[in-house]
């Protein structure tokens, strides 16, 4: 069985900073790409920023040069590292990942940024 399972989220206020972390669990062989998500109330889910094995990243617009996602292979886990928050990203952030070429996702942890 694998579990993925965030941690890191909370209040914050605008312009500050958090770090959301993401850790699979489990009867793994291999992970591939590892992504963050977010749902804010009423909208979509949108990709937020992914992470390949090898290290190559992709982020959306409205968040790059303000978030950073990283990755420890050995540990298994992915980082989202939000700096300079905005009240618009106040959202479940949801981690997915390819594990043994199966998609999984995290329970969400929820990002409040008061303004």
């Known amino acids: 069985q694998v579990q993925l399972v965030e941690s890191g989220g909370g209040l914050v206020q605008a312009g500050g900073s958090l770090r959301l972390s993401c850790t699979a669990s489990?009867?793994?062989?291999?992970?591939?790409?590892m992504d963050w998500y977010r749902q804010a109330p009423g909208k979509q889910r949108e990709l937020v920023a992914s992470i390949t094995r090898s290290g190559t990243t992709n982020y959306l617009d409205s968040v790059k040069g303000r978030f950073t996602i990283s990755r420890d292979n050995a540990k298994s886990t992915a980082y989202l590292q939000m700096n300079g928050r905005k009240p618009e990203d106040t959202a479940i952030y949801y981690c997915?990942?390819?594990?043994?070429?199966?998609?999984?996702w995290g329970q969400g942890t929820q990002v409040t940024v008061s303004s």
């Open positions: 997915r990942s390819a594990i043994n070429y199966q998609y999984y």
């Open positions: 489990g009867n793994i062989f291999r992970i591939s790409t």
